[in-house]
């Protein structure tokens, strides 16, 4: 029996080959206590030790430069400059010295303590750092006791194979060599890791993410890494074997065939034309999703302002990013999402109490409204940055015709304030929310009154409606963005923009899923947004289909009783026209 | 007897991906040249400017505002070269993530 694991797409390609299971811990470190005769001399041994471990780094660092190139092999100088560093030697030189401790215990504690005062940060940047100096514990402590340098995997045969690990380090991964190494899959890891990074310039397709991998998989079993969509295939069946065949021939051409369609016009087989945006959460990727092919912004994220920084965002850089994406589209909508902030991303200097439902909580609208001090800095920000574009200011979780008035009355403020400094704005901008809660799509007639446009949030409105954390993957089966109860709310909220003739899109993932955008142009929402690298692939599927198919579809969905009945519906009603197998969507398709 | 100069320099990260692993690395190189003790400080905690450790624990992003101090006979020089790695984005300011 096949088992299949779903995790995250870290670098692209698909594989076969046989699992071999990484062999790389940090080793047991007996406690014992040295004669007091001894500790010079275990202090010798320590520096000797640390010399050989940073001879072989250097050596390893020179492979990658000639491999992969300069840029590439500087990613091993912060573990190198480790080995010496003062913070690190002293320490356990010191616990040798003092404690009697030989330098194994004295190391691993220091690396402990070190390791501790990382761990009170929660900046990503920091933790990925935490990586590299478990490598090193590897390496020291393994010669520190007098143990063979560990072999990551056995090398004996000449088959391709794939390594399957908790997680993975640069120096493990720069030696690779992508004919035998034909595959990477880990537990932990993300797609910014640098080993991932590494991965992806060798060319070695890799999913990381998958929670249990390594507890799933016997070595020597066979296995497909499936790195476009995040997937791991364990003991594939000969049915599976066919399908991976089949797949890393259409994947080829698939890839080739979407370089081309960023120039082409995203209309449907009859003429129907979609609105395609594109998702950024950095404005420097403005340019990538113009190349790719998008015709505006359907939702700037503006949380990297705020998260991770240690003090508010100033009005002046906010108006420099928010104006670099205008510019970057003249004359196309660009969507600004106010600040979303709760949930699951905290900014520092907010010092926001852990709450018991962080979902249900002090976030995004609200905690605008309650800031002032945060929120009018941004409204002035994005109010300069309408003299430059056609800018839309886009309300998160909204639920009340208050929120938005609340709104209106800070803009109006803002407003007379610039004009009294003379400095430019257009006022013709628009305002509107983001549909994402039950209580927003059940009131949306009443909404629609005050918004001039309605923008449909997917991956909140599924998690609001469903109950379901959308962060707990224990629950990721119950994620269904195909529930009735989800594309009935599609439809009411489609319905009553048009009565109130206001535009209404959709931004979330399920834009970016074949079927998704099939029921939601078959639902006549006209403007789709979706994260940039997807573009292409979304505008292929909305040329191959008819509109009028979709809207047949559609309402055959509407009447559907299950998610699985949805499912059936759109998938038949797209029929042929798309491949769903090689789509990259995020989540499975579940097709029937 | 001679005062040991202590200087101060106010910068600002400039490169889109802040002192991440490889500028961390850059900035502690650097530092090393000099015989002046470098401390680097933002918000209050102080790391030690020639510490690979030290100064990632500072996970300072685009846009942080860091203190370098120096104190020794070349801090003067030391300042400049360290103060105008940061302020330069390290050479990597328009690098994609």
């Known amino acids: 029996m096949s088992v299949t694991l779903d995790g995250l797409p870290a670098s692209e390609g698909i594989a076969f080959g046989k699992v071999h299971l990484l062999n790389w811990a940090i080793p047991d470190v007996p406690h014992r206590t040295l004669p007091s005769g001894e500790v010079d001399a275990e202090i010798e041994r320590f520096h000797r030790t640390r010399a050989e471990v940073k001879a072989h780094l250097e050596r390893i660092q020179s492979e990658a430069a000639d491999r992969l190139g300069d840029m590439e092999a500087r990613i091993f100088d912060p573990q190198i400059l480790m080995l010496d560093d003062a913070e690190v030697v002293d320490g356990t030189v010191q616990y040798i010295a003092e404690n009697r401790l030989p330098a194994s215990r004295a190391f691993h504690w220091r690396m402990l303590e070190l390791q501790h005062l990382w761990r ?98 016997e070595e020597g079993q066979d296995a497909i890494v499936d790195g476009r969509v995040g997937r791991l295939i364990i003991d594939p069946e000969a049915r599976d074997r066919d399908v991976f065949e089949d797949r890393r021939v259409r994947i080829q051409g698939w890839e080739e065939e979407l370089a081309q369609i960023a120039r082409l016009d995203p209309i449907t087989l009859d003429g129907h034309p979609v609105a395609l945006r594109a998702n950024l959460d950095l404005p420097g990727e403005s340019v990538r999703a113009r190349e790719h092919g998008a015709e505006g912004v359907g939702l700037f994220r503006t949380e990297f302002l705020v998260v991770g920084r240690s003090s508010m965002p ?55 409204l309650d800031r002032l001090e945060l929120f009018r800095p941004q409204l002035r920000a994005i109010l300069r940055a309408t003299a430059h574009g056609d800018i839309r200011i886009l309300l998160p979780l909204v639920n009340d015709v208050e929120e938005i008035l609340r709104v209106r009355e800070l803009l109006g403020e803002e407003e007379a304030r610039l004009k009294d400094e003379g400095i430019p704005f257009a006022s013709s ?79 979330g993932e399920m834009a970016a899923n074949p079927l998704g955008t099939f029921l939601l142009v078959g639902l006549d929402i006209g403007a789709l947004s979706v994260a940039w690298p997807a573009l292409p692939e979304v505008k292929k599927v909305i040329r191959s289909f008819r509109v009028e198919d979709a809207r047949a579809a559609a309402r055959r969905a509407l009447a559907a009783s299950t998610s699985a009945d949805v499912t059936r519906c759109l998938a038949e009603g797209l029929g042929n026209a798309v491949d769903l197998s090689a789509f990259s969507g995020r989540w499975s398709l579940s097709l029937p | 007897m001679n005062e040991t100069p202590v200087q101060e320099r106010r910068v600002r990260i400039a490169n889109r991906m802040g002192m991440h692993a490889r500028p961390a690395a850059a900035f502690v190189k650097l530092a090393g040249r000099f015989k ?15 510490s690979i450790m030290g100064v990632l624990m500072l996970a300072a992003e685009q846009g942080a505002e860091l203190t370098i101090r120096g104190e020794g006979p070349d801090s003067e020089e030391a300042l400049e070269a360290l103060g105008d790695l940061v302020e330069d984005g390290f050479g990597e300011a328009g690098e994609e993530p």
């Open chain 2, 36 to 50: 002046s003790e470098i401390v680097l400080a933002r918000d209050g905690l102080e790391v030690n400017g020639k």
């Open chain 1, 120 to 217: 009170r940060t929660s900046n990503p940047m920091v933790l990925d750092r935490l990586n590299d100096l478990e490598d090193l514990q590897v390496r020291l402590l393994h010669r520190l006791l007098d143990l063979p340098d560990p072999q990551a995997w056995e090398d004996e045969s000449t088959e391709p194979i794939i390594i399957v690990g908790r997680n993975l380090t640069p120096s493990l991964t720069v030696q690779m060599d992508p004919a035998r190494v034909v595959g990477i899959a880990t537990d932990q890891g993300t797609r910014t890791s640098h080993w991932a990074i590494l991965a992806r310039s060798l060319g070695i397709p890799a999913v990381v993410g998958l929670v249990h991998a390594s507890r799933s998989v």
């Open chain 1, 314 to 368: 100033q009005e002046e850089e906010q108006y420099e990013a928010y104006r670099h994406v205008a510019e970057t589209f003249p004359n196309r909508a660009v969507f600004i999402r106010t600040f979303d902030l709760g949930g699951d991303k905290f900014p520092m200097f907010l010092n926001m109490p852990a709450e018991e439902n962080p979902f249900l909580g002090w976030r995004a609208i609200r905690v605008c």
């Open chain 1, 429 to 507: 901008y628009k305002l509107g929310i983001l549909v994402e809660t039950p209580a927003a799509a059940l009131d949306a007639a009443e909404l629609a009154r005050h918004c001039d446009f309605f923008s449909i949030g997917t991956n909140d409105l599924v998690q609001y409606t469903l109950a379901v954390d959308r962060t707990n993957s224990r629950l990721a089966e119950l994620y269904n963005p195909f529930h009735p109860a989800v594309v009935r709310q599609l439809h009411q909220v489609a319905r009553v923009s048009h009565a109130a003739g206001i535009e209404v899109s959709v931004c």
